[in-house]
């Protein structure tokens, strides 16, 4: 099965950086997207940042200017810099991928999930 594991999370004051990673493992044949959401306590899952393939990334209004997403293909890994946080952005960050998994005798495509990394911004 295919395994996304995200690290990076913790507790960082208001205006200060954390760095997230996500490595995706498993019987992979390509990775057509990644990206990361959030779900704060209360509050709807949202989309925080997502890049495609060929594409330019995608973010979210409040994340524009202070988030930036990359990718390295080579390691089936995506990451999320995270500048000048503010107490909004807590939340539990999510890893999602968009994955064609090899299997014996088909490729199959799918949406996986990782189980999240608390992100806490608080002075």
């Known amino acids: 099965q295919v395994q996304l594991v995200e690290s990076g999370g913790g507790l960082v004051q208001p205006g200060g950086s954390l760095r997230l990673s996500c490595a995706a493992s498993?019987?992979?044949?390509?990775?057509?997207?990644m990206g990361w959401y959030r779900q704060a306590p209360g509050k709807q899952r949202e989309l925080v940042a997502r890049?495609?393939?060929?594409?330019?990334?995608n973010y979210t209004d409040p994340v524009k200017g202070r988030f930036t997403i990359s990718r390295d293909n080579a390691k089936n890994a995506v990451y999320l810099q995270m500048n000048s946080l503010k107490p909004e952005d807590t939340a539990v960050y999510y890893c999602?991928?968009?994955?064609?998994?090899?299997?014996?005798?088909?490729?199959?495509?799918?949406?996986?999930w990782g189980q999240g990394t608390q992100v806490t911004v608080s002075s």
């Open positions: 498993g019987s992979i044949f390509s990775i057509n997207a």
């Open positions: 890049i495609r393939s060929g594409d330019t990334p």
């Open positions: 999602n991928a968009a994955i064609s998994v090899q299997r014996p005798m088909v490729v199959t495509l799918g949406d996986y």
